[in-house]
């Protein structure tokens, strides 16, 4: 079992669209959760950092964490073309880092 | 603030040969990771350096690949010999410090595609 599973997709949705993106993890000693974002030919940038369980939100974007299920969640609201790209969960021990396999959203116009 | 950069962006080689990829990290980021990239897959992790010592290369293929950072800055990631599954994107990617918090995100550079021949 790998210690960090994610739907690779693909997810097409038409602009305006609220995104649904969820991974799901084994190992328990996970306290830190990020969600990355990756364009076409571009490394990984960050979007989004939670600590432990709860909801975290950034404009339209929110992170939600659910430690009891092992599984985070990042929500975008009001989708736009140019969130089209690959989104990457991460997850830490703080020591140790382990990404999932990136799950590709299209929003088309 | 620059960000991490790589070079080259594109390398092309073909099997048998030796290809090197370099690193420089932010600024005072004593972390610095080099990360293998398939298509379609999440970032693995090949090394990992605090200052220059590298502290976790579990991972690592050691009858081909090595690493070096030996000031403790910039990375050079080497193969030899190149053999056609390791085309891939090579990612480096440098954090503030180890631990948990904010200060062991990472941030990445564009990485190095390579493909073999």
């Known amino acids: 079992q790998k210690e960090v599973e994610q739907d690779p997709g693909p997810l097409s949705v038409p602009e305006g669209a609220i995104v649904s993106l969820n991974c799901t993890y084994s190992?328990?000693?996970?306290?830190?959760f990020m969600w990355y974002r990756q364009y076409s030919r571009k490394g990984p940038e960050l979007l989004m950092y939670?600590?432990?369980?709860g909801n975290k939100e950034d404009g339209r974007f929110t992170a939600q964490v659910d430690k009891s299920s092992k599984y985070i969640s990042l929500f975008i609201r009001d989708s736009q073309p140019s969130d089209s790209a690959t989104y990457l969960c991460?997850?830490?021990?703080?020591?140790?880092?382990?990404f999932g396999t990136g799950t590709s959203l299209t929003v088309i116009p | 603030e620059a960000g991490v950069v790589q070079s080259p962006r594109y390398k092309i080689i073909e099997k048998k040969q030796p290809v090197a990829f370099w690193c420089n990290p932010i600024?005072?980021?004593?972390?610095l990771y080099w990360y293998l990239q398939n298509l379609g897959q999440g970032p693995e992790l090949l090394i990992r350096?605090?200052?220059?010592?590298?502290?976790?290369d579990s991972q690592l293929p050691k009858d081909r690949f090595s690493a070096e950072r030996l000031k403790g800055v910039d990375s050079t990631l080497k193969i030899q010999p190149a053999e056609l599954g390791d085309s891939a994107v090579y990612l480096c990617?440098?954090?503030?410090?180890?631990?948990?918090?904010?200060?062991?995100?990472?941030?990445f550079g564009p990485g190095t595609r390579l493909t073999v021949l």
């Open positions: 990617a440098s954090s503030a410090s180890k631990g948990g918090g904010l200060g062991n995100t990472q941030y």
């Open positions: 190992n328990s000693a996970f306290q830190y």
């Open positions: 939670t600590y432990s369980s």
């Open positions: 991460a997850m830490s021990t703080g020591n140790q880092f382990y």
């Open positions: 600024s005072g980021h004593n972390t």
């Open positions: 350096y605090e200052n220059e010592e590298a502290v976790d």
